[in-house]
């Protein structure tokens, strides 16, 4: 996609060396960052369990073919779309077997020891529903692009590949403005006009093409009477995922040249899921799990300068436990920030030392509402439960209005992302 789009020149990838680092009581493993190393280090450390291990390879290979032939049915419709769905069980069995299954059932199928099963499904924590609520297919496709391609850095982080697509933009002719907040899709004979932002100044086009949150776009700037209301009860039927809580740290000393090499690491209180993910969406992070990512050992001086270190702790949130009342809020913040500071420091004795963290800023949902506008600071989009893996498709019922955010059906994350703007953008291609 970054080829086809003239943008793969403009960026520089830095490989990572490690996948993840998984730390359960009683397990610490660091695991490499394609499948000869991952299935190596598994299969070291649990050698009974080779065949699963084989195995669990296999499906995760075999969903993403599967996946990928599949690709190009949301632009089918009538009697192709039919038989391409009706021919699935044949020519996609991989897909079609866990598409209604959840990441447990995969687990369960592949492994019998309950630390494997922890360690080999630790990604949870970046895709929103815990392990036996989670849609199996994306724990499956997303390992094995991770294993598959490897772990990558785009080098001066995800701005980069964003001013990568500006620069391509402009080059084609287009314009990118910033510090433009659209504020409503101006509707005439139930199309999509144009946009008005909040100067007051309108853009208009045959097409518009939103990236926010549906509600966002159904409820404010649209207008939920332009949709039909089945449309609208599905949206608010839909259960979405979560927010993040997180500290971000600048610290005065150098991590690496203390021995710490980790990029990722996740330490994890408990080896049940569920636990974790309901502690956390309580506010109880204590007793939750927390990423730990070492952005300055990446290889990318934008990061730190020479003997600094940044560090951001991450954790899963919801809206609804951070108060409203603003001394409150910022209380209750304050004590936050130093829990989670407390539970990274079980890996990183350092992070608690006042002395060494230069800057230590927390980000709540409200925080990320505040900067996104998704609903309750939600940064994963609609909850990957089994029966919501498909979310909402790019298009929406006013024929010329699309979505391409990470709420649609391409999952979310930064490549899922741009999936999702070439799919908004494929349609409307197809349709001139």
Known sequence: LLHLCGVYDKIEFI???????????????????DWDGFKYALKSKWPEEA??????????????DDLMELKNLFRYRGARSFLVKAM?????????????????????????????????????VYYGAPVPEQSALIGLAATETYLGDGVWHIKGTSQALSDAYAERIRELGGEVRTLSKVTEVIMEDGMAAGVRIASNQTFTGRYVVANTDPYQLV????????????????????????????????????????????VEIF????????????????????????????YSNMGDPVYAPPGKSVVTLTAYSDYAVWPEDSKAYYAMKDRKVDELVALAANVIPELADPAVAAIKEGFTPRTLKRYTMNRDGVVYGFYLSPDQWQKIPNETPISNLYIASNWSQAWHGMGSA???????????????
């Not at 490989?15 to 960052?33: E, Q």
């Not at 065949?51 to 993403?64: M, N, P, S, Y």
């Not at 039909?228 to 740290?249: C, D, I, R, T, W």
């Not at 939750?288 to 990512?293: D, E, L, R």
């Open 219 to 262: 409820f404010s700037l649209v207008g939920r009477d332009h949709f039909p209301e089945a449309y609208v009860q599905k949206l608010e039927n839909l259960k979405p995922a979560n927010s993040l809580f997180g500290v971000y740290m600048g610290l005065d000393i150098d991590l690496k040249a203390k021995g710490y090499h980790d």
């Open 88 to 124: 699935a069980p044949l020519r996609q069995p991989t897909f079609y077997r866990y598409k209604d299954k959840t990441l447990q059932d995969v687990l369960d199928d592949c492994f019998t020891n309950e630390d494997l099963k922890a360690v080999v499904s630790q990604l949870w």
């Open 418 to 432: 741009q999936i999702n703007g070439w799919r908004a953008a494929r349609l409307i291609m197809d349709r001139e």
């Open 51 to 64: 065949d699963g291990i084989e195995k669990f390879h296999r499906l995760c290979a075999d969903t993403l």
């Open 15 to 33: 490989p990572l060396p490690d996948f993840y680092r998984s730390i359960f009581p009683g397990v610490d493993i660091m695991l490499p960052p």
């Open 267 to 294: 330490y994890n209180t408990s080896k049940d899921s569920v636990v974790l993910h309901d502690n956390m969406m309580k506010g109880d992070f204590a007793d939750g799990a927390v990423a730990i990512t070492i």
